[in-house]
């Protein structure tokens, strides 16, 4: 039987995050046999770990994995991984702008076609996007970037739902070096490099966030672009991750 880790990097959800990990449960008791879901609290000074210590008390699936200090998304998902028990393991955003019926189907897919990897993509041909102009625009401007420095045929690293092997991940993870928003395109190119087969799957969104970006500010687009340039000369330049 296939186990299904899920992991949920989650900072400052105090407000959400309870009602929201009981979805992610009530959804994969709909579709899966054997699951986790590991909640990473990535140091929140909100009761995010109080929330998420009280659901994982009355949901056996649901195992509170957190520290601290904050650690950034990537950090928070080398973290879960690191203790993650499943076959396969999966990602995706606490706020649930996207829904955790994609988890299943992805896992569906991913069973069926023998894959390494499933992402979703904005730029699916098939998806359906309630989202912000401007964050559509910049993720376009992302993928041109991509598709120079990496070559990668793969249209959107950043939709916060994504499933990998296990043994794919784990073999990865202690290599990856970005802990901030860039670290998609960092486990994704490393990969790659691993000869994986990644397939992209279409994906619906809901922009919940008031902000043009939400959480993302003006500086995190910065510093992940820096960061992109930084995994680009490592791959390509120092060879560094394979030293």
Known sequence: MTKFSVIVPAYNEGESIKENLLKIAQTLDSGVDSYEILAVNDGSPDNTKQQIMEVADVNPHIIYAGYDKNRGKGGAIKHGVELAQGDIIGFIDADLDISPDHLVKYLEHMEQTGCDVVIGSKMHKDSKLDYPPLRKFVSFGY?????ILFG???KDTQ????????????KVSPLLKVKGYAFDIEVLALCAHEGAVIEQMPVEIVFKRNASFGRIRLGDIFKMLFDTIGIWWNLNIRRSYFK
Do not use: C
Not at 143 to 147: D, R
């Open 143 to 147: 993928f041109i970037g991509l598709k």
């Open 159 to 170: 939709t916060g739902v994504k499933l990998y092997r296990a043994s794919l991940i784990k």
């Open 152 to 154: 990668m045929n793969i």
